[in-house]
């Protein structure tokens, strides 16, 4: 949990100021924003799933340190980067150690729970990296606005991922089954197809929570007229994400994945919803804490979904593929939110994304509860 707190803080230190940064320090525009943004979502969809492949066939240890070292390494680059090619070519790089660590350090938290206790231990674990992505930005746009230097926040990132480095160093895993029975030719090394639906309805969510944590800073800034503010709104999102734990706990311990999922998109309908149409303070700080509240139930619920429909030897792959469909949603997000907001404003992009979630909520209820029910194996 240290550890993977640890890679999302770093990640999620420089994500609401990434945008800030393009435009400031090498005059891009919107549409250009987006595109370079992307490029990092777009490089982890592509590695993860051959990493799940070598997380279930390698020493997972052995590819977690691997790929913690180059997640670490790569924000040196960002120190390095002179020009905006330059820029966009370590940026997309570094979603590929990206991807394949978050593989192998939640599919490592899998194997040392133990099996009675793992839907309730996953719910917590998630909750390590979204009280990162929640805080993280916070202090960012803090420290940012004390002393208006990207470098420095380049630096904590560095310094952050490498202390993640150490601490999954020190962990000491179980002997896991490998996946060699299966054919080397076979799709599912790399995608768990009994949970297709699954990965496709978190296409939505993920599109939602793309343009949301890379626009919310500068969508506040050029249209709200907030130069303060989007700190305590990720701080409120971490109390939602806090009280999600609270509330959902007892449910994740009885098996109730269905009802944590259904409850936690419909919150966050809620607070997309409000977010554009309320853009009072008590609309936009109150959606803050309502998308805390539901990513906080539904991420778990959905992680667990999935993990479900999985054999032992298929963890590495049953993580990808959800982690896979969540970058597939951030990419669109991050791509189709910059397009729209250079062509018609950042007011539409989040209107936007109150459709594309409605549209998930919609899928959810009509067809991937029964297609989880249907499918879920015996544990």
Not at 11 to 33: C, H, M, N, R
Not at 130 to 137: E, K, R, T, V
Not at 224 to 244: A, E, H, P, V, W
Request: with cysteine; charged share 10%.
């Amino acid at each position: 949990m240290i550890a993977n707190f640890a890679l999302f803080f770093a990640f999620y230190v420089l994500t609401p100021l990434l945008p800030l940064y393009l435009s400031e320090t090498f005059g891009a525009t919107k549409d250009v924003i987006g595109m370079v943004l992307s490029g990092y979502t777009i490089t982890a969809l592509l590695f993860r799933p051959f990493s799940g492949y070598v997380v279930d066939t390698f020493n997972r240890k052995t590819v977690l340190l691997v790929c913690y070292t180059g997640f670490a390494i790569f924000f040196a680059g960002y120190l390095a980067a002179s020009t905006l090619l330059l820029f966009t070519i370590v940026r997309t790089l570094h979603g590929g150690p990206f991807g394949a660590l978050t593989v192998a350090n939640s599919t490592m938290a899998i194997d040392v729970l133990p099996s009675s206790r793992r839907n309730e231990g996953i719910g917590y674990y998630g909750l390590s990296n979204n009280l990162a992505m929640a805080i993280a930005p916070t202090i960012g746009i803090f420290i940012y606005q004390q002393t208006h230097s990207f470098e420095l926040l380049f630096w904590i990132a560095l310094i952050v991922a490498t202390a993640g480095l150490l601490t999954d160093a020190t962990v000491k895993p179980k002997n896991t089954t490998r996946s060699t029975l299966r054919s080397p030719l076979s799709l599912d090394r790399f995608f768990l197809l009994r949970g297709w639906l699954l990965g496709a309805n978190m296409v939505f969510f993920g599109f939602c929570f793309g343009v949301l944590s890379n626009y919310l800073a500068i969508y506040g800034q050029e249209v709200l007229g907030r130069t303060g503010g989007t700190g305590t709104y990720f701080m409120l999102c971490s109390i939602g994400l806090i009280l999600s734990r609270l509330q959902g706990g007892k449910a994740l311990r009885q098996g109730r994945l269905t009802h944590n999922a259904s409850e936690g998109m419909l919150i966050s309908l809620v607070g997309y919803t409000i977010f554009i149409a309320w853009p009072g303070d008590a609309g936009y700080y109150g959606s803050a804490l309502l998308i805390g509240l539901g990513n906080g139930h539904m991420w778990p619920a959905f992680q667990n979904m999935m993990i479900s429909m999985a054999h032992h030897n298929e963890r590495g792959t049953a993580n990808s593929t959800i982690l896979i469909s969540w970058d597939i949603g951030m990419g669109i997000g991050i791509l189709i939110g910059g397009l729209i907001a250079e062509l018609i404003g950042y007011a539409a992009a989040f209107w936007t994304v109150a459709l594309v979630n409605a549209l998930g909520v919609v899928l959810y209820f009509l067809k991937t509860r029964r297609f989880f029910l249907q499918r879920q194996l015996p544990d």
